[in-house]
C-alpha cells in the first residue's frame, strides 16, 4: 500500500479515507485519483531536505508531469515554484491565479506567442535553450524596454536514467547548450552583453527515474569546473544552479530509488565541496522534480470487461480505458502494479494481462500480473499513474479523457470533469462538397 492507502471492512481499497469504489461509482471510470496527503509529503520531503545545509534553494514542481489548475493551486499552497515547458500550461497556471514571479518557462522551440505570454507576464524566468531563442528573448526585450531574467539550459555531457548513467563527449540532445564545446560560454558572453537580459544561472536535466545520486553529482562536478572558468575568463559566476528533475520512483517493486534525503544530500554536499574547492561562493540550489512529486500519489480506477483466455498462452482481462489514459506502457514498456479495488485483499488465482480498450494490439496496461479471478464489474486500481497519465492523456479511438478526483482526509473534490461525446465534436466542422 502507498500514500494513505488501506483495506476497508468492506474488503474495499481506501485512499485518503475515500472508498474507491464509492468513488469509481459516483464518477464513472476510468477515473484518476490523487492522494493530496502524499503529495503534501513529497513535497515537503524535498525542502526538509536542503534544511541541514547553508544554501539558499528553490523547489519546483515540474507541472509537465501533471498539469490542471487545482494542481497548480496546490502547489503554491505547498510553497513550490513552478515549471512550464509550453503556452498551455503557462496560461493554466496563470488562470489558476498561480504568482508569475515563480513560474520558470522550460521548451526548446517556444513560439514568439510563448515567450511574449511569458515576457508580458513578467514570469520568474525564461530558460533559455538555444541561440535562437536568446536573440529572441533579447529582441521582444529591448522592443518592450523590459529587462527579463534568464537561465541557461545546458547539455553537461551526463546522461542519466535508473541506475545507469553514462558520460558523453558531445551529448546527443535537442535540449540546451553544449557545456563541453564551449557553447555555454559562448551564451554566456552573449547574454551578458545584452542589457535587456539578466542571466540569473545555469540548468542542466541529466534524465529520468532515476535511481541513484552519480549521475547528478557528475554533473555537478563537471558543472562547477566550467564556472570556475566562467569567473576567470567572463567574470561571472552564476547566482542560481538548477539541477532539474528526474529522481526515480516505485512503480513496481523492481525499482529502488534512493531517497530523497539521499538525492538532496548527495547533491548539496558536492555542490558545496566542489564551489570550496574552486574558491567560488555556492549558488542558490534548484530542483525540479516532477513524477517524484505526484507520481506515486496517482491511482486509476478502471471497470473490468470482457475476457479473452488462450489456452496455455495468455488471459487478457480489458479494462476501459487504456493507452488514452496511460501512454506509458505503449510508449517505453512502462511496468505498473495493480489489484481489485472492490476485492482488495483476496489472494491470487491466475496470471493474466491488463488490456485496454484501444484499437491497437500494443495497448497492454500490464504484461503479467496476479490477481483474484477478475470477472466484467470489477474495478480495477492501477498504481503510480499520477505523472504523465493524465498529462499524456489523448482522445485516440475517440474515447473522451477520464476525470480526475482529489481525495484527502475522507474527503474528494472533483478537479478534472470527464470529457463528453459533446467535448469531443465541440471543433468539428461538417464538410462542404465541391461536387455539384
Ligand atoms: C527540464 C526538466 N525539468 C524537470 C523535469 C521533470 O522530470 P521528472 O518528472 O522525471 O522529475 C523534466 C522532465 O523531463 C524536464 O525536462
Redesign the pocket.
Known amino acids: 500500500m502507498r500514500g494513505t492507502q488501506t483495506i476497508n471492512e468492506n474488503n474495499h481499497l481506501v485512499i485518503g479515507g475515500v472508498d474507491t469504489t464509492e468513488l469509481a461509482k459516483k464518477y464513472g471510470t476510468p477515473l484518476y485519483v490523487y492522494d493530496v496527503a502524499d503529495i503534501r509529503k513529497r513535497s515537503l520531503a524535498f525542502k526538509e531536505a536542503f534544511r541541514p545545509y547553508p544554501v539558499a534553494f528553490k523547489v519546483a514542481y ?1 507541472s ?2 501533471f498539469s490542471s489548475v487545482a494542481m497548480v493551486q496546490l502547489a503554491e499552497e505547498l510553497g513550490l515554484a513552478l ?1 512550464v515547458v509550453s503556452g498551455g500550461e503557462l496560461y493554466t497556471a496563470l488562470v489558476a491565479g498561480y504568482d508569475p514571479k515563480n513560474i520558470h518557462f ?1 521548451g526548446n522551440n517556444k513560439s514568439e506567442d510563448e515567450l511574449l505570454l511569458a515576457i508580458d507576464k513578467k514570469i520568474g524566468a525564461i530558460i533559455v535553450d538555444n541561440f535562437i531563442e536568446l536573440q529572441m528573448v533579447k529582441t521582444l526585450a529591448e522592443a518592450r524596454n523590459q529587462t527579463v531574467c534568464i537561465m541557461l539550459r545546458m547539455t553537461p555531457g551526463v546522461e542519466a536514467h535508473t541506475h545507469e548513467y553514462i558520460m558523453t563527449g558531445q551529448e546527443d540532445s535537442k535540449f540546451g547548450f553544449d557545456l563541453m564545446n564551449g557553447e555555454v560560454k559562448e551564451a554566456i558572453k552573449y547574454a551578458l552583453n545584452a542589457p535587456s537580459l539578466k542571466l540569473t544561472g545555469v540548468h542542466s ?1 541529466i534524465g ?2 532515476i535511481f541513484e545520486a552519480e549521475g547528478f553529482t557528475h554533473a555537478v562536478k563537471r558543472i562547477v569546473e566550467h564556472m570556475a572558468a566562467w569567473k576567470d575568463e567572463l567574470g561571472f559566476e552564476p547566482e542560481i544552479l538548477n539541477i ?4 526515480g520512483i516505485s512503480y513496481t517493486k523492481k525499482d529502488q530509488p534512493i531517497s530523497i534525503s539521499a538525492f538532496i544530500g548527495s547533491i548539496v554536499e558536492t555542490i558545496m565541496a566542489e564551489c570550496s574547492a574552486n574558491q567560488l561562493e555556492v549558488p542558490e540550489i534548484w530542483i ?5 512529486i505526484v507520481g506515486e500519489a496517482g491511482t486509476t480506477l478502471y471497470s473490468v470487461g470482457t475476457h479473452k483466455s488462450i489456452p496455455n498462452i495468455r488471459k487478457y482481462i480489458s479494462v476501459d480505458g487504456g493507452m488514452s489514459d496511460n501512454l506509458r506502457p505503449a510508449l517505453y514498456q512502462a511496468e505498473y502494479e495493480a489489484l481489485l479495488a472492490n476485492r482488495a485483499s483476496d489472494a491470487s488465482e491466475e496470471q493474466v494481462a491488463i488490456a485496454g480498450k484501444c484499437c491497437e494490439s500494443g495497448d497492454i496496461l500490464i504484461q503479467d500480473i496476479a490477481l483474484p479471478t477478475a470477472q466484467a464489474g470489477d474495478i480495477l486500481a492501477v498504481f503510480c499513474t499520477g ?1 504523465y497519465g493524465y498529462s499524456m492523456a489523448n482522445n485516440y479511438n475517440r474515447l473522451p479523457r477520464p476525470a480526475v478526483v482529489f481525495v484527502e482526509e475522507g474527503q474528494e473534490q472533483l478537479v478534472i470533469k470527464r470529457e463528453t461525446y459533446e467535448d469531443l465534436l465541440q471543433y468539428d466542422l461538417a464538410f462542404q462538397t465541391t461536387v455539384k
Open positions: 515540474a509537465k508531469a515549471d522550460h536535466h529520468s527515474q532539474g528533475g528526474g529522481f525540479e522534480p516532477g513524477r517524484s505523472a
